[in-house]
């Protein structure tokens, strides 16, 4: 980071960083994001549906069958989608409770081989002598915190308040959202005027769903750190090559459409 930048933010981390600032910050703990669902919900939408709409498109037919393959397609892989997020969002969960459950278990049956894991691993962090003694007593003086630093160095778990549902939600609305982009088109078409319909909505269809993986890539690239116009442009290299890849199954198994 350029010296400039460092100096233009001291200001505002050494607000943040005041120590009753910091009391708050850890007393509140970190904030659940479900960012992740809503980028990676967004962007299966996109591609899954676009290529259903590549492939009708490369197979030679008619529009009303775009509409009903894209809706099938948008609400059944969206609920799919939704579901497994859920799904693996509590094995998590339960996975956490049941490690927890063991070390509970071991702490009051067998305390000081539990001691005997907790010294161990801080002294593999650097502790030693009284230093690592102070930091054994003090860890396993509260079970809690005794659980917590187990799940964490012996499982390789951290305890998550995040909501399975609310994971699930966030990913079946962006599906959906973003995912209706190829089919608006052919919507529109098939619910106005003949005299306004839009006279190339596979054209359309095709610029939306760019845009759509543009505008999700830039918006996945403040999750993943990285630049906005490499993601975005990343994001549309896969969605396109899913496209073209759907548009020439359809091209290749047209003869079987009647």
């Known amino acids: 980071m350029p010296q400039h930048q460092n100096a233009k933010n001291l ?10 600032a910091i009391q708050q910050r850890l007393r ?17 939408g996109a591609v899954t549906t676009f290529a259903v709409v590549a492939g009708v498109a490369g197979a030679g037919l ?15 892989d969206g609920f799919s989608m939704a579901i497994s997020n859920y799904l693996g969002s509590r094995a998590d969960e ?64 951290q305890p998550n308040s995040k909501s399975a549902l609310r994971a699930a ?6 599906f959906v959202t973003v995912g209706s982009l190829p089919i608006l088109p052919f919507l529109y078409n098939a619910l106005t005027h003949e005299n306004i319909h839009i006279t190339h909505p596979y054209t359309w269809s ?17 999750f993943v750190e990285k630049h906005w116009l490499a993601e975005a442009l990343i994001t549309l290299f896969v969605g396109g090559a899913a496209a073209a890849l759907a548009f020439l199954i359809g091209i290749l198994l047209q003869n079987l459409a009647p």
Not at 28 to 44: H, N, R, T, V, W
Not at 133 to 157: C, F, K, P, Y
Not at 206 to 222: D, H, N
Request: glycine share 6%; hydrophobic share 40%.
């Open 28 to 44: 509140k703990g970190p904030d659940d994001s479900y960012l992740s669902d809503f980028i990676y919900g967004a962007i299966d």
């Open 62 to 76: 008619s529009a009303p069958i775009v509409i009903i393959l894209g809706l099938a397609n948008l609400f059944a």
């Open 169 to 174: 939600i966030s990913t079946f609305i962006a």
């Open 206 to 222: 095709t610029i939306l769903t760019g845009l759509g993986f543009i505008i999700v890539g830039a918006l996945k690239s403040r």
């Open 94 to 157: 339960q996975l956490l409770d049941k490690a927890k459950n063991i070390e509970q278990h071991h702490i009051n049956t067998y305390p000081e081989g539990e001691r005997e894991e907790i010294r161990q691993i801080f002294a593999a962090k650097g502790f030693k002598d009284q230093n690592l003694e102070h930091a054994v007593q003090t860890i396993t003086s509260d079970v809690e915190r005794w659980v917590n630093e187990m799940l964490h160095n012996e499982w390789g778990l």
């Open 11 to 20: 200001p505002e981390l050494k607000r943040t960083h005041t120590p009753q």
